[in-house]
């Protein structure tokens, strides 16, 4: 039988058409990108390692086929410096002093000196419980009222009062964010109890991985943590220590945290001593930034981002019988996804009214780090970056039926993703965890932090689903440990689903009149001066109607 296409009804014809733009992507590309970077050979590519090198070469080799331009300082790298700190535990004590009796802490198994901040060689002095430790202006909430801090070291329960929404609360999380206030008070360092109903990854796993030194960026401008001295993670199972004779227990303040209840102040009866030595050396890495130009005169010196982080944490503990974590969805499939995407631009030209800039960013596993020295030395200029669309584990592991978009009822940009989405027959949701702060755990927040409407996407599941069990798994078993690597069930078809969104929605923040903005009523926006927002009126970008 022979239908000529011309007999065919138009319902038809659109659905074939339709079919077509969802042709772009098989998943199996994207698999055989991720086969490479999560290699053995690549070592879990840490920050400014060999392996780290070797995925970038093979990205940029990549980017060329793929016929990106260079778009970084030098060719398509942009190079980073950091200072790399490493505990050097067997020269460390921390302890608890109880009426002037010690009561030792064993490192690992009771608490982590954590070296984000770098730690002062000698440090004692008292703890005071602060709750939730927040000071949110925008809810006149303040867990410092009244209580005396100067030269103490406080107790924070991690985690947010519900009357916070969940962006802010994450805002205030940040380490940044949080010594600002903490400084302001005058307090001189933290210990951090985990909220027990959102960790992530057990105890065992998190004290393992405090062998892998911790990293900042070498450039005076980024410390935020002048005045800090000391830093400590208490184990949950031994966080009752710190607050007997204090009238209160562990376990309350934890039930309390659990269902987002506010928390109560007071001093605690210990004080805390801690001895400590760090070794700290010099490490060099890059940013690769790589560019598909925009062809409308007016348009094509804006930028739509699409952005992933190509480091991981490298060699570390032993954990059934594999040092190497791979990183094979953290975040070989957000990178692969990036590669993969240039590819498709390539068999399947666009036309692009603005520019694509590809950038996949170091040291995000360290701390966003790459990411944040690209947001303030933007290789293209600040301003006229319009969007980040940021790919981080997004985890095809479950057939693709609802994404997460953390982000989306923060600008416009989560309402295209909606369309977009729907368009696939793929619901939206947003961050249903809050607790977890992905919002502020991945690149898009440095893009955030600079005034760019950013969203970062997830493949989903709805809260109580078969679904979500499979990624409560995911995370307890693989998450940051040597399983994850290419020997773990990956959904192709999924994958494949996903790349098609994005690269849909790439092309409407490319092609659209209008550039991505933030909602009247998004916290974030503050962030956008209306310098920064270029082609919006100035009375819009006040949010004068
Ligand atoms: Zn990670």
């Given amino acids: 039988m022979n239908i000529k296409a011309s007999s065919l009804p138009l319902a038809l014809v659109l659905a074939i058409s339709a079919a077509a733009q969802t042709a772009h992507f098989d998943g199996q590309t994207w698999w055989n990108h991720i086969k490479v970077l999560a290699d053995d050979k690549l070592e879990g590519r840490d920050t400014g390692s060999r392996g780290e090198r070797e995925a970038q070469k093979h990205a940029v080799e990549q980017l060329k086929n793929a016929g990106a331009e260079p778009a970084g300082s030098e060719g398509f790298y942009q190079p980073v410096k950091f200072v790399s700190r490493q505990i050097l535990e067997i020269d460390c004590r921390l302890a608890l002093l109880r009426d002037g009796k010690r009561e030792p802490l064993a490192l690992g198994e009771d608490a982590i000196i954590t070296t984000r901040i770098l730690p002062a060689p000698e440090v004692q002095a008292a703890l005071v419980f ?196 791979n990183g094979a969805m953290d975040n070989g499939s957000g990178s692969a996804l990036v590669l993969d995407m240039a590819d498709s631009f390539k068999k399947h030209r666009e036309k692009l009214r603005r520019s694509l800039l590809l950038v996949l960013v170091t040291g995000e596993e360290k701390g966003l780090l790459g990411s944040k020295y690209f947001a303030a030395h933007p290789t293209v200029p ?75 996407i997830d493949v989903g599941a709805e809260p109580g689903s078969p679904e979500q069990k499979v990624f409560k798994e995911w995370l307890t078993q693989r998450y940051h440990a040597p399983s994850d690597d290419v020997n773990q069930p990956v959904d192709l078809g999924a994958a494949a689903k996903y790349e098609e969104i994005v690269r849909a929605l790439l092309l409407n923040v490319a092609n659209r009149d209008l550039r991505p903005r933030w909602n009247s009523d998004s916290f974030f926006r503050r962030y956008a001066e209306p310098a920064k927002i270029g082609q919006i009126k100035i009375p819009e970008a006040l949010g004068i109607k």
Wanted: proline share 7%.
């Fill in 382 to 456: 600040a301003k006229s970056i319009v969007a980040d669309v940021n790919v981080d584990m997004f985890l095809p592991i479950v057939p693709l039926k609802i994404l997460t978009v953390l982000g989306l009822d923060e600008s416009d940009l989560g309402d295209r993703t909606r369309e977009i989405a729907q368009s696939f027959g793929v619901k939206v949701q947003p961050d249903p965890e809050p607790l977890r702060n992905v919002f502020i755990r991945s690149d898009q927040y440095n893009f955030i932090r600079h005034g760019i409407p950013s969203v970062m």
């Fill in 130 to 325: 602060v709750g939730y430790g927040l000071k949110v202006p925008e809810k006149n909430y303040d867990d410092f009222a009244g209580l005396d801090v100067r030269g103490k070291i406080v107790v924070i329960f991690s985690g947010s009062p519900s009357e916070i929404p969940g962006a802010l609360a994450s805002h205030y999380q940040t380490l940044a964010e949080r010594w600002k206030t903490l400084r302001a008070a005058g307090a001189i360092g933290i210990v951090s109890l985990m909220n027990p109903a959102v960790m992530d990854i057990p105890w065992s796993r998190i004290a393992l991985n405090r062998a892998h030194p911790t990293m900042e960026l070498d450039y005076p401008e980024f410390n935020e943590t002048e005045g800090a001295k000391l830093a400590v993670t208490v184990n949950p199972a031994s966080a009752e220590r710190l607050f007997a004779g204090s009238g209160h227990t562990f376990a309350e303040i934890a039930a309390l945290g659990k269902e987002r209840k506010p928390l109560p102040h007071f001093p605690l009866t210990v004080s805390m001593a801690a001895k400590t030595k760090v070794e700290v050396t010099q490490v060099e890495s890059a940013n690769l930034v790589a560019r598909f130009p925009g062809t409308d005169p007016a348009l094509k010196d804006e930028y739509v981002v699409l952005s992933a982080h190509l480091d991981h944490i490298g060699i570390g503990e032993l954990i059934n019988g594999d040092r190497i974590y």
